[in-house]
């Protein structure tokens, strides 16, 4: 018997067992060839970050198997969403997992704790079907923003103490990772400088 367990914008998450089938459906709102293409570049995406991923100690689910087109199956990871338990005492281990991602050459582009799953005593990263393959500080840098504004609007009260333990922990893991925090810097000039236009 299998249950829906996930029925976001984009995907539908089906479990069976200890097995997950992602699958992106239809979106009648889209024309048609733009909808099929997006559809087909994100699953081709995810299946191959997930190849990728496994041939390093990155936790991400197991890969079994893909059409190709709108459907992926991986394994299922036995936990809990780390949106619904995340302290700043994940911090550390948060930085050293997106160090690691880095480092192997990938952006997740889409990196919230509803992406993370807490599952056999480690955080996990799941839904890679926005990511892609890049070492450019600018890409990276994008990556952290877009983890810094997720944790200051879903985990405010430990935003600061843990964004500081974050980038420690991520500076100590990824050799250079000067250049992507000074980037950082500029992206977030840059959102600042947006934020007051709309002012
Ligand atoms: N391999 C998995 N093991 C356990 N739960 C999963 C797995 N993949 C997805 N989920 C659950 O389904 C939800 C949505 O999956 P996700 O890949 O993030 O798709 P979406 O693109 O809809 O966000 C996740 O937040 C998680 O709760
Ligand atoms: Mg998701």
Known sequence: MSEIIGNGAEAV??????????????????LAFIDERLRTQRTRREVKV???????????????????????????????????????????????LLAELHKAGIVHADLTTSNMIYSNGKIHL???????????????????????????????????????DIIAAYAQTLPESDAVLSRLEKVEQRGRNKQKGKE
């Not at 991923?53 to 990155?58: E, M, P, V």
């Open 13 to 30: 998450i089906e479990r069976d067992g200890l097995v997950v089938l992602k699958r992106r459906p239809v979106k009648a709102y889209r």
């Open 50 to 96: 997930l190849k990728k991923l496994s041939s390093t100690n990155i936790p991400v689910p197991r890969f079994i198997s893909s059409d190709d087109k709108e459907c992926i199956s991986m394994s299922f990871l036995e936990g809990q969403k780390l949106r619904d338990i995340f302290t700043f005492e994940h911090a550390k281990e948060i930085g050293v």
């Open 126 to 164: 799941i839904d890679f079907g926005l990511s892609f393959f890049s070492e450019k500080p600018e890409d990276r840098a994008c990556d952290l923003h877009l983890l810094a504004r997720a944790l200051e609007s879903k985990h405010h009260e430990h935003f600061s103490r843990s964004w500081k």
